[in-house]
């Protein structure tokens, strides 16, 4: 479903009415294309004094070849800066919390369009010391305040970086300073130590050799999925119903990949995906429980078999598949695990006691597994979608789809390939530290925030 307000926005004489009005004007987001430069224009990058990620950073800005300056290099007073770099690990009171707005105050209004604000942080738990602690969980508020002061397509983020992970940087700076993450805004992303590092990742193709399962992959987000996971060089095999075969087949010839119909939910699914996954490819790297139902009603009158059947689908597959994974050690080392929750799952939505049950059950999924499964060196995530624009959301009441679109930073719905590409860092064998995190893909929306 076209977006005819941010069309009409984006012309001069929409531009004229929106200031006018103080109208919301969605700017047309930057995407990524291939073979672009990971960003394109100049980053300012500072830090408050003593903090531990300079060297780390700057590595990961020299790799990507990015035009990086510190705060006290002359610079033309007019420089507008496509992303601002702060590492605030050396904040250890809450007095010294002015070094972020000293670093911000100047540069916060020399953000270019679509441009990106990170901040680098301890995550409070790893912190030697209670102020310390305090003053580096202040930085959520100026981070997701940042977030929506910004506007014009950028987007900010907080990055906790657990003391022992400062190697691990390099897949997450990429992903968040580009185009990738264009719908991903006020996230808070933890990095844990004690990953294995992957060597010599080639960052084109950074999947190039695993095998990706999918489900829910015939249309939609799943689609999307499907595309970006074969784009970064993964064989994927696509999930779904039986009577979207049709669909499922098109797409996975056309991506080279290969499917498997089945209903996640029949008793005989995670043994027979199992099957598929071990005789034909060895085993599995990634897995994306993607497929998900909608059936809305209000709790009084929703019948139990409208309950079950969401709660079946979101939540119980995905553990049971998992579960026959693991029994039957499918899942190879380094494995990754991305479920798909929902802002409903987060925010609770009226007409969705199910289904926002199911997608706050992923979180809960995702909180119980997760350190167990980075034991193995597995890493299990959530991607969070907000308004993406499907055939889930062109199917709702015009009212009701206007404000999902318009009440988040961005003014805008995102589309299947902004969740895709949150989920293909993820996946990425360079994001071996990423984990027990649930991003939300939502620009970031006012629910549940
Ligand atoms: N569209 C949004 O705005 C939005 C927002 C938040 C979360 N999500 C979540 O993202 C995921 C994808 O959503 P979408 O909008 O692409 O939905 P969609 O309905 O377009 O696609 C879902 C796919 O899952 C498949 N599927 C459903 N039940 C299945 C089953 N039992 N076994 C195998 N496959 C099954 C469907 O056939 C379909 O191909 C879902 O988990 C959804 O809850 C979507």
Known sequence: MADRYGQLMRTPAGRVLSRQLGLPAPVQLERHEPGQPVISGPVLFGGAPGGRLATAIERVLAAIQADFRAPETPAPGHEMFKALVFDATGINSSEQLLEAWAFFHGAIRRVRDCGRVLVLATPPEGCQAPPEAIAQRALEGLVRSIGKEIRHGATAQLVLVAPGAEADLESTLRFFLSPKSAYVSGQVVRLHAGARSAEHLNWAQPLAGKVALVTGAARGIGAAIAEVLTRDGAHVVGVD????????????????GSSVGADVTDSDAPAAIASYLLESHGGVDVVVHNAGITRDKTLGRMTEQGWSSVIDVNLNAPQ?????????????????????????????????????????????????WAPAVFERGVTLNAVAPGFIETQMTAAMPLAGREVGRRMNSLAQGGLPVDVAETVAWLASPGSGAVNGNVVRVCGQSLLGA
């Open 241 to 256: 119903v039986p009577s979207m075969a049709h669909e499922l087949d098109a797409l996975s010839r056309r991506l080279r």
């Open 320 to 368: 049971r598949i998992d579960r026959e994974l693991f029994a039957r050690q499918a899942l190879r080392p380094d494995g990754r695990i991305v479920g798909v929750s929902s802002i409903s799952g987060i925010a609770g939505n009226a007409g969705q006691t199910n289904y926002a049950t199911s997608k706050a059950g992923i979180i809960g999924f995702v909180q119980a």
